[in-house]
C-alpha cells in the first residue's frame, strides 16, 4: 500500500471538492432562497468561465480586469434569468421551473456551442506556477490556489449569511413568502440577489475548473457532481456543500487514480445510490415535516 | 354545433370517443392513415414513421412526467437499452421481430426499476438527477463492452414479419404505425381505471393520496416502470427503422427533445403527447429548411446543431412561462370556439 | 336536530386509540392521549387550535408514526400498518384544508376513494377488457346511486374541482371518503367555513350517514352547536392532552374545557392578568 501516492491524490481530492463546496455553494444558495432546484448550475458555471475566456482571451484584457468583468457579468446573466423565466413561475408547481431550468441548460449549451464554437480551449494563466510541495506529496499549483480561492469566498459567504441582515432575510423568504413580504422584506429583491449572488459563485468557480481542466461546452457535466454534492450535503446546507464537496471530490480522485478517469462519474454515482438509499435528506438537510 | 350530448349508460358515458362526430373522424383519420403510403413520397414516409416513434416515446414520458409529476431525462437512456436489446437480439438470436420488441420494452423497464428503485422514495427530483446519471452510466456500458459493440455499434439486420422483409419505409410504416397505435390506445386506457387516476393524484398531492390508499412507492415504480416500457418498445421501432445503433444515438440532448415534446404538446394529456411529438419532429426537419434557404448556407450548416439545441431548451421555457397547458390546450380552445359556434362563448 | 341513537356502549370499540405520544423534534404534538370510539357512535374531538386535533387525525390515518402508544383497530394492532392498508381497512378520512385533486373531475376525485378496495391491474388498465371495464362500470353504478344522489351533487360531476365553490368541494370531499366504504368516517372540520344553511346540510348528510350506512363518525369540529347537537361522546384535547371526555353536556360545564377555551371563569383573574401584561391600572 503505496501510503504516499495516497494522500497525495487524497490532497488533489481534497482541493478540488474545495471547488465542489464552491458551485455546490451557489446551488445552495437558490435553494436557500427561492426552493428552485436549478439543474443548470453546471452550464452557469461554464458561462462564466467563457465570459472569462472572451474577456481574458479574446479581448486582452488584464487579468485583474477579466475576472471581475466575467463575474459582473454572469450576475447580470443571473438576473435576467430570474427575471425572466423564473419569477413568471412564481406560485406553479416546483415542477416546472425545474423543466425551466432544464431548457435554460439546453440554452446555455446551444449559445457557447454557436458563439464560440464545441471546441476545448485553455484559459490563460493567473495562478502562481511554483509547485506545491506538501512533505513529500506534490499538489498541483492551480488546484491548490483554486481550493484556497474558493476556501476564501465560502468562509464570506458564510460570515455574510450569518451576520448580514440579508442573510437573513434570505432564509426567511425561503420558509415563507407572504409572512416575509408582510415583515418587510422585498421578496422579489431577495430572488434577484439570490440568483445573482448564485451566478457569480458559478461564475467564479467555474474560471478556476476552467483553469485547471480547459473548458469547452459539454463543461456543463461538471454541475452533474456539484448536483451528487448537494444531495449528499442536503438541499439547503451550506455545511452540507462544504462537506459533501470535499467528500465528492475525495471519492473522485480516488476513484480516478485507482480504478481509471472513466471510472470518476460512475463512483460519484455510486454515492449518491447509497446516500439516497440511507440518508435521503443528505448529511445535514432539513426534512421537512409535511403537513397533510 | 354541439349540444348536449345524450348517454344511455355508464359504460357509454366512460367510452374514449362519445360522440358521433368524433367517431366519423377517427374513421376519416384511419381511413387516411391507411392511404397515406400509398400516396407519400419516400420523404414523407420517413417522417411519418420517425413521428410515430417519437409519439410512442412520448407518450411514455407523459405517463409519467405529464400525468404522475416525477421527471425523467432519461427516455433516451431507456430507448437506448431497447435499441440495443432489439439489435443485439436480431443480429445474434434471429429472433422474430414482436419477440424483440417486447423483449426491448422489459430490459428498458429492468433499467427503470433500477434506476427508479433508490430515487423515488425521496421527493421527484432525485429521479430527475438519478434519470441523468443512467443516461451517463448506459452510455459508458455501450460504448466500453464488446457485447455492445464498443464505440462502433451495431448494424440491425432487417425485421422480418410473415417473412417479408421490413426494409423499407414502406413496410416498416405497417408495423409502427399500429404498434404506435396500441400504444396510445393503451395509455388512453390507463386514465380511465384507478391506476390512472392513481398517478393523475400522486401528482397533485401525493400526501394525501397515500392516506386515500394508494401506496406511492409501488405506483411510483408502476409509472416509471411503464414510461420505460414505452421508451424500450420505442427505441426498438428506432433500431429497425434506423438499422444501425451506437453509443452516440440516444444522447441527453435526445432525452430534452421528449421533454420539450410533452411540455410543447401538453402534459398530461393523450393528444398532448401526440401533438408534441408531431411538433418536435417537425422543428429539425424545419430548421433544414430554413438553413437551406438561407444566403451563405454552406458556411452556416455548423450553426444547426447549436441553434437546434438553443430552440429545444427556449422551446422548454417559452411554453412553461406563456403556454403551460401546451398545444393540446389551445386545440381546446379552437374546439370551444367551434361548440359553441354561431354564439360567442 | 332530531334526537340522536346513541352508540352501543357494552360492544367492543371500534377504535381505541391507547396514550399515544407524537413529538416532532421536541415539541409534543400529542401526549398520552388514549380515548375509546364505539361503533355506531358520532364522536367529536374539540380543543383550542394548536391542541393537536389534526395530528391526532393523521397519526391514526397512518401518516405519522407515534414515538409511544398503540391504536387498535377492529381488534386489530394498527400503530405500524402503513396508511394504504388502513384505508383499505375502512379507516375514510376527509381533511381540514380540501386536498381534492384539482387535476381531474368530480366523478374521477370520488371514484379514487376506492381505489384501495378494487382489484385493477395495469395489465387489466393497459387493455381495459374484462376486469377494469367491469369494475369501472360498477363503480360508476355505484357512486351515482349511493353517494352522488345522496350528497346532491349529480349537477357538477363532471366539473373540475377547480372550479367549484367552497362549499361544494367540502360536499365532492366528503363523497370521495364515502367512497372509501368506509366503517370509520374521520371528518376533519367538515363545516369549517361553511354559512348556517350549508352547516345543516352537512349536519344532516352526517346523521344520514351514520343512519342508512351505518357508518362511525369520528369528527374535529369548532362549531359547538353541531357538535353539542350531534355527539354522543366528546373528547377534549389541549396542548396535545386529553383534559375532559364524556358525553356533551358534562364536558360542555366541566371547568377544566372553559378554563382552556376561555382562559379562567374568574374574572378578577383575568383582569388582573391582564393588568400585569399592559401595566394599566
Known amino acids: 500500500m503505496d501510503w504516499a501516492y495516497l494522500f497525495e491524490i487524497s490532497l488533489t481530492g481534497i482541493a478540488g471538492g474545495g471547488l465542489y463546496a464552491l458551485a455546490a455553494l451557489a446551488f445552495v444558495m437558490v435553494y436557500k432562497a427561492t426552493r428552485v432546484v436549478n439543474i443548470a448550475i453546471g452550464e452557469m458555471l461554464m458561462a462564466g468561465a467563457y465570459l472569462f475566456f472572451t474577456f481574458a482571451s479574446m479581448l486582452a484584457l488584464p487579468i485583474w480586469l477579466a475576472i471581475p468583468a466575467a463575474v459582473l457579468g454572469s450576475g447580470l446573466l443571473g438576473a435576467v434569468i430570474e427575471r425572466t423565466m423564473i419569477r413568471p413561475l412564481l406560485g406553479e408547481p416546483p415542477i416546472s421551473v425545474f423543466m425551466v431550468t432544464v431548457g435554460l441548460a439546453s440554452v446555455l449549451v446551444g449559445l457557447v456551442e454557436m458563439i464560440w464554437t464545441a471546441d476545448q480551449k485553455r484559459l490563460p494563466d493567473f495562478m502562481p506556477t511554483q509547485a506545491i510541495m506538501v512533505g513529500d506529496a506534490f499538489l498541483a499549483p492551480k488546484v491548490f490556489w483554486g481550493a484556497v480561492i474558493a476556501v476564501v469566498f465560502i468562509a464570506a459567504v458564510l460570515l455574510v449569511f450569518r451576520f448580514w441582515r440579508g442573510g437573513v432575510a434570505l432564509r426567511a423568504t425561503a420558509s415563507d413568502q407572504a409572512a416575509a413580504y408582510s415583515m418587510g422584506i422585498n421578496v422579489p429583491r431577495v430572488f434577484s440577489l439570490a440568483w445573482v449572488v448564485s451566478a457569480m459563485l458559478a461564475a467564479l468557480s467555474g474560471i478556476i475548473v476552467g483553469s485547471i481542466g480547459g473548458i469547452s461546452s459539454t463543461m456543463g457535466v461538471f454541475g452533474l457532481s456539484v448536483l451528487v454534492v448537494v444531495i449528499v450535503g442536503g438541499l439547503d446546507s451550506v455545511l452540507g456543500a462544504l462537506v459533501g464537496g470535499l467528500c465528492i471530490g475525495l471519492v473522485e480522485a480516488l476513484a480516478g487514480a485507482y480504478l481509471g478517469g472513466e471510472y470518476k462519474l460512475l463512483a460519484t454515482f455510486i454515492v449518491l445510490v447509497v446516500i439516497l438509499m440511507i440518508r435521503p435528506y443528505g448529511l445535514f438537510g432539513t426534512h421537512e415535516i409535511e403537513r397533510l | ?345 | 336536530m332530531e334526537n340522536k341513537p346513541a352508540g352501543s356502549p357494552t360492544a367492543a370499540p371500534l377504535l381505541q386509540v391507547d396514550g399515544v405520544t407524537l413529538a416532532f423534534g421536541g415539541v409534543k404534538a400529542l401526549n398520552g392521549v388514549s380515548f375509546d370510539v364505539a361503533p355506531g357512535s358520532i364522536t367529536a374531538v374539540i380543543g383550542p387550535n394548536g391542541a393537536g386535533k389534526t395530528s391526532l387525525f393523521n397519526t391514526i390515518s397512518g401518516f405519522y408514526r407515534p414515538g409511544q402508544g398503540s391504536i387498535q383497530y377492529k381488534g386489530q394492532d394498527i400503530t405500524r400498518l402503513p396508511a394504504p392498508k388502513r384505508a383499505r381497512m375502512g379507516l375514510g378520512r376527509s381533511f381540514q384544508n380540501i386536498a381534492l385533486f384539482r387535476g381531474m373531475t368530480v366523478l374521477d376525485n370520488i371514484k379514487l376513494g376506492r381505489h384501495a378496495h378494487l382489484q385493477t391491474n395495469v395489465l387489466d388498465a393497459l387493455f381495459y377488457v374484462g376486469r377494469a371495464r367491469r369494475e369501472e362500470a360498477e363503480l360508476r353504478a355505484d357512486i351515482e346511486e349511493r353517494i352522488i344522489d345522496f350528497l346532491e351533487i349529480d349537477h357538477i360531476r363532471h366539473a373540475p374541482v377547480s372550479a367549484l365553490s367552497y362549499g361544494l368541494q367540502k360536499r365532492v370531499e366528503m363523497a370521495r371518503a364515502l367512497a372509501m366504504q368506509p366503517e370509520i368516517l374521520m371528518l376533519d372540520e367538515p363545516v369549517a367555513g361553511m354559512n348556517r344553511e350549508e352547516t345543516e346540510d352537512m349536519a344532516r348528510f352526517i346523521l344520514d350517514v351514520r343512519a342508512e350506512w351505518g357508518v362511525t363518525v369520528l369528527m374535529v369540529e369548532h362549531d359547538m352547536g353541531m357538535v353539542m347537537d350531534l355527539s354522543d361522546h366528546v373528547v377534549v384535547l389541549n396542548f396535545g392532552q386529553v383534559i375532559a371526555q364524556g358525553d356533551p353536556a358534562a364536558v360542555q360545564a366541566d371547568p377544566e374545557v372553559i378554563r382552556a377555551y376561555l382562559g379562567s371563569g374568574d374574572v378578577g383573574d383575568l383582569r388582573r392578568k391582564l393588568h400585569a401584561a399592559t401595566g394599566a391600572v
Open chain 2, 1 to 345: 354545433m354541439r349540444i348536449g350530448t345524450l348517454k344511455e349508460s355508464y359504460i357509454a358515458d366512460a367510452a374514449l370517443f362519445d360522440s358521433r362526430t368524433q367517431k366519423v373522424w377517427l374513421a376519416v383519420a384511419a381511413a387516411l392513415l391507411v392511404l397515406f403510403p400509398f400516396i407519400a413520397s419516400d420523404y414523407w414516409l420517413y417522417l411519418a414513421c420517425l413521428v410515430c416513434i417519437n409519439v410512442a416515446s412520448a407518450t411514455g414520458l407523459n405517463i409519467l412526467t405529464g400525468y404522475t409529476g416525477l421527471v425523467s431525462l432519461g427516455q433516451a437512456a431507456f430507448m437506448g437499452l431497447g435499441a440495443y436489446t432489439v439489435a443485439i437480439m436480431q443480429l445474434r438470436l434471429g429472433t422474430p421481430f414482436l419477440l424483440n420488441i417486447l423483449a426491448g420494452g422489459f430490459v428498458a423497464m429492468l433499467g427503470g426499476l433500477i434506476v427508479g428503485i433508490p430515487s423515488l422514495r425521496v421527493k421527484g427530483l432525485y429521479l430527475a438527477i438519478a434519470t441523468i446519471a443512467a443516461s451517463f452510466i448506459t452510455h459508458f456500458i455501450f460504448a466500453n463492452t464488446s457485447f455492445t459493440g464498443g464505440t462502433g455499434g451495431l448494424t440491425v439486420p432487417p425485421a422480418s414479419v410473415f417473412g417479408v422483409l421490413l426494409d423499407t419505409s414502406f413496410r416498416l410504416y405497417w408495423v409502427i404505425v399500429p404498434v404506435t397505435v396500441l400504444m396510445l390506445l393503451g395509455a388512453a386506457n390507463l386514465f380511465r381505471t384507478r391506476v390512472g387516476r392513481a398517478f393523475i393524484a400522486i401528482r397533485d398531492r401525493d400526501i394525501s393520496a397515500e392516506v386515500l390508499g394508494i401506496p406511492l412507492l409501488r405506483y411510483k415504480l408502476l409509472s416509471f416502470g411503464l414510461s420505460s416500457f414505452y421508451a424500450g418498445v420505442a427505441g426498438g421501432l428506432w433500431a429497425y427503422f434506423f438499422r444501425v445503433v451506437t453509443p452516440e444515438s440516444f444522447p441527453l440532448l435526445m432525452s430534452i427533445f421528449f421533454l420539450a415534446a410533452i411540455i410543447v404538446g401538453g402534459m398530461g394529456t393523450i393528444l398532448g403527447g401526440i401533438l408534441g411529438a408531431v411538433f418536435m419532429t417537425m422543428v429539425p426537419e424545419l430548421l433544414k429548411l430554413v438553413f437551406d434557404l438561407l444566403p451563405n448556407s454552406t458556411e452556416l450548416t455548423v450553426f444547426l446543431s447549436p441553434v437546434r439545441t438553443i430552440i429545444f431548451g427556449l422551446l422548454i421555457i417559452g411554453f412553461l412561462v406563456f403556454e403551460p397547458h401546451g398545444l393540446a390546450e389551445m386545440w381546446r380552445r379552437i374546439r370551444r370556439f367551434f361548440h359553441l359556434w354561431p354564439f360567442r362563448n
